[in-house]
């Protein structure tokens, strides 16, 4: 587990990127907040050339529109078994699971935190994610504990 051996870093939307929290409007469109903060950090990263990508339980076309606006390809959405989802993911780009870092809060990030070779968490991740996580962030989801990992990969990478 070498933080700056990572090449891929993934992670999860709702209560990592995003505080947790949808709100549906009266047309049936929902809305969700990110942090600008938490964008810099992934531009940073991925200029450092670590590959990003986005694994989410769910489907949503704020996240394809937020994964566009920060220049992420790697967009796995509707996937309950997100494990699968990032070995699957990693072994496209030829990466083993020692290049692969991974962001969740909840229960169904567990599977893909315990591929990967450093998994963090959001401060108001669920204590079963705090307990499997390498690094727990200061941070909240959506509140720059994305920005916080990157910051995190990027120091330890000399960066």
Do not use: W
Not at 6 to 15: H, Q
């Amino acid at each position: 587990m070498d933080p700056g051996e990572i090449k891929l870093l993934a992670l999860d939307v709702d209560g990592v990127m995003t505080d947790g929290s949808v709100t549906y409007n009266s047309d049936g469109s929902e809305q969700k907040t990110f942090n600008i903060k938490d964008g810099v950090g992934i531009k940073r990263v991925q200029a450092a050339g670590i590959q990003v990508a986005i694994i989410t339980g769910r489907e949503s076309p704020m996240v394809s529109r937020r994964a566009v606006e920060l220049g992420i390809s790697l967009i796995v959405q509707g996937r309950e078994d997100k494990g699968v989802a990032l070995r699957e993911l990693s072994a496209s780009l030829s990466l083993s699971p020692d290049e692969c870092a991974y962001m969740g809060d909840d229960l169904p990030d567990l599977s893909a935190m315990a591929i990967a070779s450093i998994s963090a968490c959001p401060a108001d991740a669920v204590s079963e994610v705090k307990a499997a996580s390498t690094v727990v962030m200061e941070a909240a989801g959506g509140r720059g504990c994305v920005r916080e990992f990157c910051d995190f990969l990027l120091e330890a990478q000399s960066l």
